[in-house]
């Protein structure tokens, strides 16, 4: 079965949105409040996301040590594609209040130190399709292992007037 996809998207007039800092809590307690069971982000925009907090906690509360019964046992789960292996702050990503885990999206060509480095952090992963990840099947197997019944696709989009 394949999930119900909604899909968000933010769009910034002229390709500038640096001109405010964002509220990343509120726009996520907003982004929760859709009751999906998964919400979908590319490796791209995490990164994107996490300059905004290298070297503080402003915006996204963290905390670390914190043990994996004490997450949220509610909430959707953060999807994150990265066949690349980019992503290197699963600590922080797991351990945010506006979903219960995080988990990646990665394909036969992410670098296997990168999967090991998953599996050393505890990080669960869907391994799918060859160069990138194959998102039907990803969508699928989302289902038959986590109840995957909607999931919310978190997208931005960049307009020049």
């Not at 409040?33 to 590319?42: E, K, P, Q, Y």
């Not at 799918?128 to 931005?156: C, F, I, K, N, Q």
């Amino acid at each position: 079965m394949l999930p119900r996809v909604v899909i968000h998207n933010m769009v910034s007039v002229r390709r500038r949105a640096d001109w405010f800092t964002p509220d990343v809590g509120l726009y996520y307690e907003v982004a929760t409040r859709c009751h999906v069971d998964a919400i979908l982000s590319g490796s791209e925009t995490m990164l994107e996301g996490f300059k905004d907090v290298e070297g503080r906690a402003e915006g996204l509360p963290c905390d670390c040590e914190q043990e994996e019964s004490e997450r949220a046992s509610h909430g959707p789960l953060m999807v994150v594609t990265d066949s690349r292996g980019r992503i290197r702050q699963w600590a922080l990503l797991r351990n945010q209040p506006y979903w219960r885990d995080a988990l990646a999206l990665v394909s036969a060509a992410t670098p296997e130190e990168y999967l090991a480095y998953l599996s050393k952090e505890g990080v669960e992963y869907i391994l799918t399709g060859e160069d990138d990840v194959d998102m039907r099947a990803a969508l699928e197997e989302l289902h038959t292992r986590y109840g995957v019944t909607e999931w919310s696709l978190l997208a931005s989009t960049a307009a020049q007037l």
